[in-house]
């Protein structure tokens, strides 16, 4: 048996789902108005100051702290089953067919919210493991169940879900730094491999 992990964000898809999800849900103008706020920190984040966990927080915390969680649950599967399909790269739709056809299990590993990619995984029959938001009294807190599912984080995440001894190969595709760690558990590695 094999089983084949991929990134979404650049990988699977042509742009950034975080960046397209906040706009769907606040508006352009809020978007960048809070983007605009929060620049201090994303200059902190770039020059590798801030973690890429505190700069996920900080967005969260931002645009949906205190949002009804139903609300966001149902704005986070139009946005899936709607706006996902126009931005998924042709060749990695067409390499996703082909471990389907080889019976291969399929996983997305993502750092963007679980919420917003699980309907647009189900339709497509492909496992998610990906960043969870904590939800207090059906309302966003702002933080994380655990750490963005990034680098360390990603691999952390699949061995409490998988155990790879049992797959004969191990594939696995990335597009950016925090998909090196995941890279090196696999026995077939693809970086950027659908650009």
């Known amino acids: ?30 978007f960048i108005k809070g983007i605009i706020i929060l620049l201090p920190f994303i200059i902190v984040y770039k020059i590798r100051v801030l973690s890429n966990n505190e700069i996920k927080k900080k967005l969260i915390t931002y645009f949906f702290k205190d949002i ?30 082909w471990h389907k056809n080889n019976g291969d299990e399929l996983v997305i590993v993502s750092a963007s919210i679980n919420l917003w990619l699980l ?17 207090i009294n059906n309302k966003i807190t702002g933080n994380l169940v655990s750490n963005n599912c990034y680098g360390p984080e990603k691999v952390k995440r699949i061995l409490e879900s998988y155990n790879l001894s049992n797959y004969t190969c191990i594939y696995a595709y990335g597009n950016s730094r925090g998909d090196y760690e995941m890279l090196e558990i696999a026995t077939e590695k693809f970086y950027k491999p659908f650009a």
Do not use: Q
């Not at 699977?12 to 906040?22: A, R």
């Not at 966001?72 to 067409?94: G, Q, V």
């Not at 309907?119 to 939800?135: F, G, Q």
């Open 1 to 30: 048996m094999n089983i084949a992990f991929f990134d979404f964000d650049g990988t699977i898809t042509k742009k950034d789902s975080t960046e397209k999800f906040i706009r769907y849900f606040v508006g352009d103008i809020a």
């Open 119 to 135: 309907p647009w995984c189900k339709k497509n029959d492909i496992a998610l493991i990906a960043t969870e938001l904590e939800v």
């Open 68 to 97: 009804d969680i139903e609300h966001f649950i149902e704005k986070a599967r139009e946005f899936s089953l709607n706006m996902l399909d126009p931005i998924i790269r042709k060749k990695a739709l067409d390499r996703i067919t």
